[in-house]
């Protein structure tokens, strides 16, 4: 033996010997795997765990080997191993990043190097194995093969790291017999056949720690500010990143910002593609790059999962205007005093985040909000809602949201609106959103007399009836506004006849003042178009300034998987409990609901013009029983718990005694169909076992659901996710508060196997380790129904389909306007090929039309295939994946920069 480390021998009979190290005699990395390894032709090797494991093979002596393959077990689920390989990436990653390795990366950055260049060397092959199938601890050993046929193997509490050889108590057993060999090579197949390969995330990961450096922002170019300061938020950490098209929406918003001095977009992807982060993460870029404080504007019920995508996912913080007790709340629940409305425009963060209700209802806060006069981002989530109020009944004025984006727009340095149906009813819609983006520049919709701010002039051009191809015709239309000069060689032609500066965007040249070379050129360009597209239909402020990317078009792209969906209740399956799409009813709940029904109609017909006001009751009382009572409840005490509601109801009178007949017949039987229903698919048809999201608009609903879950099961964890500090995990009879980000680990994990959400969850919650979900209730909105669906539906999944159950009660109006909207689903296009967003409240009144209506808006189009042609690689990455970023901006910095207040 050579080394310090002792080894004491015992000959075999068959021959060999079984040699014993310890390190109590000596160095031991001195005196075996160094000489056993030096010039061997394979080592298969039995590491221990994933982390430390993987860092003891820098030490080891295998650049000369010619083969080795090592197996190490991680503490991740079996499912998450053995799911697609996009999940088993993250999952892998994600443990990778558990540790905080901020010092381990500076201090070690040698040994992750060196690590790293062996895993690439070519001649290693690292493969894990889950510890559920394969429960080892720290158990090491390996079989070396010689040349010349020999072969020594080995077992012990082998540790190859520097600190391992100097500091700990390790023991070998070396056994060069025939029979040892085999019994070690047999454990490591056995092993190597349930692994899988390690993660080329995790080696690219290793990689990056060796090399990365801390900047500051104003060190590298704009184009490497959102990378640097994401590649280590949680989203990164936990083994995800930010999809291509999302990064490249980042990316064309500071592109738009450089060209125009001024970004002006309209964010209109199709539902569950992601559009919370695209906006949230150009919001940051824009105030590290100083642009000024963000103001993000959205419905009450979407402000608290704003702060939670930003929080959870991008490692933002932000602050929530309280509009009932009028403060600011921090990403912790934290709250910040404050005087009074006044101090809606003095938030203690970069990023404030404000309900339009605040806005609709001429609130003190809105007076003080169009008193700001510089916003760096103004966003508008849900930006349909802005509208001017036309057709029957409509005055032809824009609506209050729509007048307050207009006035505070032009003191915005940048404009980003966001909604998945930009066009509700009418095309004309969408120019009320651009006429927003146009405001106080002429880049948008050009100048006064511009033909795209006519959409009677525009619509024909963009869908494709009618086409110019004469130069003389299209001149108005390219000289108001004039494109960008990169946008086509054309128009830098054009732009240097006519020494047009780049930032000027309007002439009023004639066609004719043009070379005749550049005349000819722009007749070619207007007669070929692109792809077949029309010329104008190709350029035009409608595609240059609305982005759209679509979920089947980037699943065709395979950005996206392919996930079928199975519905029910179906045809092809009879449930005693259902009649047709709906739930078989209770006799006390159908005169409670008729009881509901003689409130709404009083209350309307007290408040003329409020006929949504009926929708909104009836929702609720169709959304459980526990939504009913809690509703009638708090309405007879007069604390209705939302604010428009309150707002429209105002002081109830005689109505009162709907309301406690309501109360009267509900109380008279508690069993709930729904819940009934509920229960039945996860036990009799083991929705269980592939997990469920059981989702309600109503945090009544959700906690009754959540109750009688924990009980019906009482050895699941039933988490309740909701937003603001109402999140919390039940068990049998016992609840526990909880952290929401508590929640996702747990369902990341599979601890949790049953969540019961709001629609706070709709977004920035994956949940593609649960295979089933539940609509409680359905809002009136085909795009929620998507929204919710795509939780589960989305990358990791391993269901080639998945599950969902739509209930509804029978007799109801849920259950007329799911029949009508149900037969449109897959019936989606218009001028940008989508659904309504929501179903408007005349159409529920007259709900014997709703049909009508609903097939007027579907009614199939020509696909506005322009959008595909112009951002065909815009869904796609340009450059390194942001996920491979060396220069890194400072957490603690980035934290401290977006804290601080307007």
């Not at 995800?240 to 990064?247: C, Y």
């Not at 007949?661 to 229903?677: G, I, V, W």
């Not at 609903?854 to 450059?879: I, N, P, Q, W």
Request: one cysteine or more; proline letters at 5%.
């Amino acid at each position: 033996m050579s080394g310090g480390g002792r080894g004491d021998a015992t000959a075999f009979a068959t021959g060999g010997l079984l040699r014993r190290f310890s390190s109590r005699h000596g160095r031991l990395g001195h005196a075996f795997l160094k000489d056993r390894l030096a010039g061997a032709s394979g080592y298969d090797r039995i590491a221990g765990y994933f982390r430390s494991s993987l860092f003891e093979l820098a030490g080891e002596e295998l650049a000369s080997v010619g083969r080795v393959r090592v197996v190490c077990n991680a503490d991740v689920d079996p499912a998450d191993i053995h799911a697609a390989q996009a999940a088993r990436d993250a999952a892998l990653l994600e443990r990778w990043n558990r540790a905080d390795r901020d010092i381990d990366t500076l201090l070690d950055r040698p040994r992750y190097q060196a690590l790293y260049d062996l895993l690439r060397r070519g001649n290693v092959e690292v493969r894990v194995v889950p510890a559920g199938d394969a429960p080892f601890l720290h158990g090491k050993a390996g079989v070396i093969r010689r040349p010349d046929g020999a072969a020594t193997s080995f077992m012990g509490s082998l540790n190859e790291t520097r600190e391992g050889w100097d500091k700990n108590y390790e023991l070998v057993w070396e056994d060069e017999s025939a029979d040892g060999v085999a019994f070690v090579q047999a454990e490591f197949d056995h092993l190597w056949e349930r692994s899988v390969p390690l993660s080329d995330a995790v080696v690219a990961e290793i990689g990056r720690s060796a090399r990365k450096r801390q900047v500051r922002v104003e060190d590298i170019p704009e184009d490497e500010v959102a990378p640097a300061a994401l590649v280590e938020a949680p989203l990164y950490r936990q083994g995800e990143e930010l999809k291509s098209w999302q990064r490249a929406f980042v990316a064309l918003f500071l592109r738009h910002r450089q060209t125009y001095g001024k970004a002006r977009l309209l964010l209109a992807d199709e539902v569950g593609v992601g559009k919370t982060l695209s906006l949230a993460a150009s919001a940051l870029v824009a105030c590290l790059l100083d642009d000024g404080p963000a103001l993000v504007l959205c419905p009450a019920n979407l402000c608290w999962q704003w702060q939670a995508e930003m929080s959870d996912k991008l490692g933002i913080p932000s602050a929530v205007w309280d509009s009932r007790s009028k403060v600011w709340v921090d990403p912790d629940g934290r709250v910040v005093r404050t005087r009074g409305p006044e101090d809606v425009v003095r938030c203690p963060y970069r990023i404030a985040i404000v309900s339009t209700g605040l806005v609709v209802q001429m609130t003190p806060e809105r007076e003080a909000l169009l008193g700001v006069r510089r916003l760096g981002t103004l966003i508008l989530d849900e930006a349909h809602r802005a509208r001017v109020e036309r057709g029957l009944g409509g005055s032809g004025e824009p609506n209050n949201l729509l007048a307050f984006m207009r006035d505070l727009a032009p003191h915005a340095k940048n404009v980003l609106l966001g909604t998945a149906t930009p066009i509700q009813t009418e095309q004309a819609q969408l120019w009320d959103l651009l006429d927003v983006l146009s405001r106080d520049v002429d880049h948008v919709l050009g100048r006064a007399g511009s033909p795209w701010r006519r959409p009677e002039v525009a619509i024909p051009i963009l869908t494709g009836k009618k086409v110019i191809a004469n130069g003389d015709e299209a001149w108005p239309f390219l000289r108001n506004p004039v494109p960008p000069r990169d946008e086509d060689a054309i128009f830098d032609h054009v732009r240097s006849d006519l020494d047009l500066a780049g930032d000027r965007f309007f002439t009023d040249h004639a066609v004719h003042d043009l070379p005749a070379a550049t005349r000819e050129t722009l007749a070619d360009r207007l007669r070929d178009g692109r792809d077949g597209v029309p010329f104008l239909r190709l350029h035009n402020p409608v595609v240059r300034h609305v982005v759209i990317r679509r979920r089947r078009k980037l699943e065709d792209d395979g950005l996206l998987p392919r996930i079928g969906i199975d519905v029910w209740p179906n045809d092809a399956v009879p449930l005693p409990m259902f009649e047709g799409v709906a739930l078989r009813t209770t006799h006390e709940f159908d005169l409670a609901y008729e009881a509901a029904t003689r409130f709404a109609d009083a209350v309307t017909h007290r408040k003329p013009g409020a006929a949504f006001l009926k929708g909104m009751i009836l929702q609720r009382v169709c959304s459980s029983y526990a939504a009913g009572v809690a509703t009638a409840t708090r309405l007879l005490r007069q604390e209705p718990d939302d604010e428009d509601l309150a707002a429209e109801i105002g002081e109830i009178g005689d109505e009162a005694v709907h309301l406690s007949e309501m109360l009267r017949h509900l109380h008279a039987r508690d069993a709930d169909p729904k819940l009934a229903a509920v229960v039945h698919f996860l036990r009799e048809r083991d929705w269980i076992r592939f997990g469920c999201i059981v989702f309600s608009q109503y945090y009544d609903t959700v906690e009754r659901v959540a109750t009688v879950l924990a009980r019906q099961f009482p050895g699941q964890q039933v988490a309740v996710y909701a937003g603001g500090s109402r999140s919390a995990v039940l068990l049998g009879d016992e609840r526990r508060a909880v952290e929401r980000e508590q929640i996702k680990a747990a369902v990341r994990s599979r601890a949790i196997r049953l969540v019961v959400a709001t629609d706070a969850a709709c977004e920035g919650l994956n949940l593609q380790t649960l295979g089933t979900l539940v609509n409680v209730d359905l809002p009136w909105n085909p795009s929620r129904i998507e929204q919710r669906i795509g939780r589960i539906r989305r990358f990791g999944q391993a269901r080639a389909s998945v599950d969902m159950l739509n209930l509804v009660y029978q007799g109801t109006r849920d259950e007329e306007v799911y029949a009508a909207v149900s037969r449109r689903m897959k019936d989606r296009y218009d001028l940008l090929g989508s659904l309504p967003d929501v179903i408007e409240d005349d159409w529920i009144e007259e709900i014997e039309r709703l049909d009508e209506r609903l097939s007027e808006y579907t009614t199939k189009r020509k696909a506005a295939d322009a959008f595909d042609v112009r951002y065909r690689d815009l869904a796609r990455e340009d450059g390194p994946s942001w996920a491979e970023c060396e220069k890194v901006l400072s957490r603690r910095d980035l934290v401290d920069l977006m804290s601080r207040g307007w």
